[in-house]
C-alpha cells in the first residue's frame, strides 16, 4: 500500500498561482509514476501531469502545458504540482495517484493508477 495526502489548494484569482504537494509513505519501492488528475463538478476525472519515479520523465495534458510544472523530491518522497498562469476552467478537486506499472496512454487515465489521495480544493476566480 502506498498513503497519499496532497495539501496546497485554495482560492486564488484569475492569473495567479498555487502549489500543489503530495506526500507518499508506504511502499515507496512499487512507485512507478506519480500522476495529478483533476475532477470538476459534474465532470470525469481527468489527467493533469505525470512523472516518473525513477528517471523523472514528465507528461502533461494540453491545457496545462506552458503553464504547470510537475516535479518531485525522491529523498522526501514528495510530487509537486506548480500552477501558474491559473485559469477559472482549472477550478477542480486536484487528486495525487500513484502508478505501479502504467505505460504508455496508461499513464493518462486513472486506471492506470493503484492509489489516490483524497483530493484538494482548488477554485480560481474571475
Known amino acids: 500500500q502506498v498513503q497519499l495526502v496532497e495539501s496546497g489548494g485554495g482560492l486564488v484569482q484569475a492569473g495567479g498561482s498555487l502549489r500543489l504537494s503530495c506526500a507518499a509513505s508506504?511502499?515507496?519501492?512499487?512507485?512507478?509514476?506519480m500522476g495529478w488528475f483533476r475532477q470538476a463538478p459534474g465532470k470525469e476525472r481527468e489527467f493533469v501531469a505525470a512523472?516518473?519515479?525513477?528517471?523523472?520523465?514528465?507528461y502533461y495534458a494540453d491545457p496545462v502545458k506552458g503553464r504547470f510544472t510537475i516535479s518531485r523530491d525522491n529523498a522526501k518522497n514528495m510530487v509537486y504540482l506548480q500552477m501558474n498562469s491559473l485559469k477559472p476552467e482549472d477550478t477542480a478537486v486536484y487528486y495525487c495517484?500513484?502508478?505501479?506499472?502504467?505505460?504508455?496512454?496508461?499513464?493518462?487515465?486513472?486506471?492506470?493508477?493503484?492509489?489516490w489521495g483524497q483530493g484538494t480544493q482548488v477554485t480560481v476566480s474571475s
Open positions: 495517484a500513484v502508478s505501479k506499472g502504467a505505460y504508455g496512454s496508461g499513464r493518462y487515465v486513472p486506471q492506470g493508477y493503484d492509489y
Open positions: 508506504g511502499r515507496i519501492f512499487s512507485i512507478y509514476f
Open positions: 512523472i516518473s519515479w525513477s528517471g523523472g520523465s514528465t
